[in-house]
């Protein structure tokens, strides 16, 4: 089992930043690619980033392209996703979530991630 904790949100002016951590416990994540997703209120959870096992390829949803950048740090057990130029749409609950390296073609389905984040709240002023 991978325990996956996010945190870092809040509350941000439009064009402010912020930076989610998504902090795993129980199992090293070095084995699994990691992803973010996020739920807008009275909407469904929606993709926003992922990267591969070593970090070297990442890949975003056309909303966020330019303005956000996941990363992550296999000695820290942790992935990031630095938020920039955010924009009043961008809020959300944002979601951490681990994906198998097997599954990793189908990054953009959520049922292919196997543990998930309890979740942590952005919210963006105008």
């Known amino acids: 089992q991978v325990q996956l904790v996010e945190s870092g949100g809040g509350l941000v002016q439009a064009g402010g930043s912020l930076r989610l951590s998504c902090a795993a416990s129980?199992?090293?994540?070095?084995?699994?690619?990691m992803g973010w997703f996020r739920q807008a209120p009275g909407k469904e959870r929606e993709y926003v980033a992922a990267?591969?096992?070593?970090?070297?390829?990442?890949y975003y949803a056309d909303s966020v392209k330019g303005r956000f950048t996941i990363s992550r740090d296999d000695a820290k057990n942790t992935a990031y996703l630095q938020m920039n130029g955010l924009k009043p749409d961008d809020t959300a609950v944002y979601y951490c979530?681990?994906?198998?390296?097997?599954?990793?073609?189908?990054?953009?389905?959520?049922?292919?991630?196997?543990?998930w984040g309890q979740g942590t709240q952005v919210t963006v002023s105008s």
């Open positions: 990267i591969n096992w070593s970090g070297s390829n990442t």
């Open positions: 129980g199992r090293p994540v070095s084995n699994y690619a």
């Open positions: 979530a681990a994906i198998p390296l097997a599954r990793f073609l189908g990054q953009l389905d959520q049922a292919n991630y196997e543990f």
